[in-house]
């Protein structure tokens, strides 16, 4: 026997240990609540009233497209997180397909550059709302960074704290946002009034003629972070049950709650209030609760926020961490404390997610991020070509679980991103500063990868690992 075949036995033993292993602290309503917390976040939101402001009908039929996409992009991720069940999900899988380069490129570019500025988005909108519950009482930008540090301390103490932290984050995010839109749908606590204004449209006419595929782009930002399960996949119990049936069900979920969402909205707000507002589920929440509203929409934000922060932190270290053991990262990421969490990724994802806060505003940040994402895209046509890759080079390996149709869900998650990509600016007059900004930042996360590769790895960009 070759000394390869003994080396790819050897680790295949070993992830089958790691798979089947009794030990994980993580079951699989924690693994949902961590998809859901990070998908659903106050731009969600904000995009879900603006999309059912925009198309109403279409809008529904926009998210169901988007669902579709998203599934296909879980597939994919299911099937290269059980292949290669390690801390460095994406760049451990783009390594085996097409190499160290793009591996470092998807992961900085598509995760770390976008939870950097993401986050302090949602800390700005924390603090807006704080401020108009709670009118002077507390200074200017504390509260979003003490949740910051909680928040850090937890995810630095365990995965078992993280995972009870994150259940009680869900539960209350979840039960608020049903919460308003039952209330909203039935009117118990304000009977529906007459709605002034531009009435949102429950026709057919956009899905008829096909033009709700206009607003998948906008429909797509619902869905997106599911995949953020990968990276505890050491910490999960039964990952080969649990991983893909996590993402599939969760963006279910995360779809009836949108939905419940968006169209409670539609009978309180006109077009002009869902477009036009900057923080759109307070004036919902004010409608529907009255007085109450602002402090329900609080606790929406907060619990959002939180979520996504804990989320972020829990799973972004990780891949980091994996990275690390694969060159592919600072040495120092590798370390981990007594509790065994990667303690020096958790610190400066911390550190470098309250830089921008503390030295930006809201409005530069939101270009930033918008501009980001294009590359969070990349990351996903990145994962599907990784999928084709694999089933071509490495036909024999173990497979705990296979996309269904292949190559269909890869083929359509490309085009779907490429598409996204190139509908991401929210206006027009706003494209060539979002496209050259992703650009700039893509660049050089690019430049900086490649001399890394080069000359810290001594590989060449595109030598896939076979091992």
Request: aromatic share 10%.
């Amino acid at each position: 026997m070759s000394d390869l075949t003994v080396t790819q036995n050897a680790k295949m033993a070993s992830s089958n240990a790691l798979l089947n292993s009794s030990s994980k602290k993580i079951g699989l309503l924690t693994m949902m609540s961590i998809c859901i917390g990070l998908v659903i976040v106050q731009g969600a939101m904000i995009s879900g009233l603006q999309g059912v402001g925009m198309g109403g009908t279409t809008f529904l039929f926009a998210m169901m497209a988007a669902l579709l996409i998203s599934q296909c992009n879980a597939m994919s991720f299911a099937e290269l997180s059980l292949m290669f069940p390690q801390e460095g999900t994406l760049a451990t899988y783009t390594q085996k397909a097409i190499g160290h380069f793009p591996a470092i490129v998807a992961v900085f570019a598509g995760y770390v550059v976008v939870a950097c500025l993401a986050i302090p988005v949602e800390m700005f909108l924390v603090d807006a709302m704080v401020g108009e519950l709670l009118p002077g009482v507390f200074p200017e930008k504390v509260i979003p960074l003490a949740i910051l540090v909680v928040l850090t301390i937890t995810n630095l103490v365990g995965a078992d704290v993280f995972a009870k932290v994150q259940n009680v984050l869900a539960f209350i995010l979840v039960s608020a946002l049903i919460i308003l839109g039952l209330v909203a749908i039935t009117g118990i606590d304000q009977p529906h009034a007459v709605v002034s204004g531009t009435h949102v449209s429950w026709g057919f006419d956009g899905v008829v003629d096909g033009s709700f595929i206009g607003l998948i782009a906008l429909a797509m930002w619902l869905f997106v972070g599911a995949e953020y399960i990968c990276p505890m996949i050491n910490e999960v119990k039964d990952p080969v049950k649990n991983i893909p049936k996590a993402m599939q069900l969760s963006l279910f979920a995360i779809f009836g709650i949108f939905a419940l969402f968006v169209y409670g909205a539609s009978l309180y707000l006109n077009t002009e209030t869902l477009l036009g507002s900057p923080i759109p589920y307070l004036d919902y929440s004010n409608a529907v609760f009255g007085k109450a509203g602002l402090f329900i929409a609080t606790i929406m934000g907060l619990a959002a926020t939180c979520s996504t922060i804990n989320t972020i932190l829990a799973a972004l270290p990780r891949m980091l961490h994996g990275m690390a053991k694969d060159k592919q990262a600072f040495p120092v990421l590798k370390a981990t404390n007594r509790f065994n969490t990667p303690w020096v990724g958790i610190v400066m994802m911390a550190v470098l997610s309250s830089i921008p806060f503390i030295a930006l505003g809201i409005d530069s940040l939101i270009v930033l991020v918008i501009a980001a994402t294009t590359s969070y895209l990349l990351a996903y046509i990145i994962a599907h070509v990784d999928v084709i890759v694999l089933r071509m080079r490495m036909p024999k390996h173990q497979r705990p679980y296979k996309t269904p149709f292949y190559p269909l869900p890869q083929i359509l998650g490309i085009a779907a991103m490429v598409y996204v990509a190139l509908n991401n600016s929210p206006s027009p007059e706003m494209t060539q500063t979002v496209y050259s900004i992703a650009g700039g930042m893509l660049s050089v996360i690019c430049l900086i990868a490649a001399v890394w590769v080069k000359f810290y790895m001594k590989r060449d960009l595109f030598e896939a690992d076979m091992d």
